[in-house]
């Protein structure tokens, strides 16, 4: 038997980030830039206010308070988008809306509330007339500075940055309407067995329906990747020969199959990877997942996870996930964990490394807590959809007891309310 983490180190030698591709700034969401990003301007381009107010000389009113109101002549109103015609001098104040680009002269923004516009509720004369000032705020106060966000000709993106909304909120404020990020990976997906059916397809005597593809395919959209579904090979040489170098001809960066693959099986599926490829049978350390496939066909790697539904899918979270964020250019694999108080026992007498599905939630004390998802067999699909974590039990560990602390790798962190 290997361990996870050798079978892991061998597979991963295979994969390399992809090349890069430019494109429009939304689909290169979740997806890792290629390049660092300069800003070609200052965000934000210029001096403007934070408030709605009005823009004043802050030496005008000192010692402005309601009991020592300082009157200002209105010289202008402001709107955001609008350059100012003109600028405040000496005794005088623009009305101005957040955003708009600070006049020449002015270096303070009084808000409207600390102003009589906010006492008498009515609009001071737009453009003319005048303002009361009731208190005196220091200089540069409510000045946003052009530049304070982003500076022109800085790095405000590195290379192999991660682009969530809020950085591509940025490239956006800097024109950036088409980025280069690592291309995505394209896998292709193939189930076997005769036992299969298709989802859509009536389920007659001895048959069950081919989830595997289905499960892998969404696993592989969540990673980032391209799913390519080639439906069913069955267990005879030909249907398996076609299919196979029907996934070698699609391109695709990775090659998963399902099933055929553990030392009771038909050797069929085996038999026909070794004749179109080089491949490794390994038997890996781990509950469940222990068969496991791996080599390259044509130019392409394949990865052979076992048909067990929830055994494919623990394989894919152990194999396929970090070999797909790395073709996407990502460095970081592991998920995040918590540790919990496990409530109910676990048990681990397979000698290997036992992937026990928990459900985590907080208890009213704010502390993580770990429930099993009941029966743990490698073909209770549905003890996968009750859990959010995993909690690995190493192979010497024969037993966690209620009240035990244990770390738990967490699928999802499912919102709480
Ligand atoms: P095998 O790896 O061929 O020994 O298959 C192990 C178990 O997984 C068997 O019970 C199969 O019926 C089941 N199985 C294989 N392929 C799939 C699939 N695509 N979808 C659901 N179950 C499968
Ligand atoms: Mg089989």
Known sequence: MISVEEARAYILQHFAPLEPERVDLLDALDRVLTQDIFSPINVPPHNNSAMDGYAVRAEDIRGASPQNPIRLRVVADLGAGYVPSTGVTQGTA??????????????????????????????????????????????????????????????????GTTLRPSEIGLLASIGQSKVAVHRRPRVAILATGDELVAIDEPLTEGKIRNSNEYSNAAAVLKAGGIPIRLGIARDNVEDLTRKIRAGIDAGADLFITSAGVSVGDYDIVKDVLN????????????????????????????????????????????????????????????????????????????????YIRVHVSRNDNGEYVATTTGEQGSGILSSVTRANGLLEMPPDVLEYRPGDRVRVTMLDYPEET
């Open 94 to 159: 623009i009305r101005i809306m957040t955003g708009a680009v600070m006049p020449p002269g002015a270096d303070t923004i009084v808000r409207f509330e600390d102003t009589s516009e906010a006492v008498s509720q009515k609009a001071s004369g737009k453009g003319s007339g005048a303002v009361e000032i009731l208190s005196a705020p220091e200089r540069g106060t409510s000045v946003r500075l052009a530049g304070e966000d982003i500076r022109q000709n800085e790095i405000v993106l590195p290379k």
């Open 275 to 354: 004749t179109e490829g080089e491949m490794h049978f390994w038997q890996v350390n781990m509950k469940p997942g222990k068969p496991l496939a791996f080599g390259i066909v044509g130019k392409t790697p394949l990865l052979g996870l076992p048909g067990n539904p929830v055994s494919a899918l623990i394989s894919f979270e152990t194999f396929a996930r970090p070999a797909i964020l790395t073709m996407l250019g990502k460095t970081r694999f592991a998920r995040p964990y918590v540790n919990a108080i496990l409530r109910d026992r676990a048990e681990n007498n397979a000698g290997r490394r036992n």
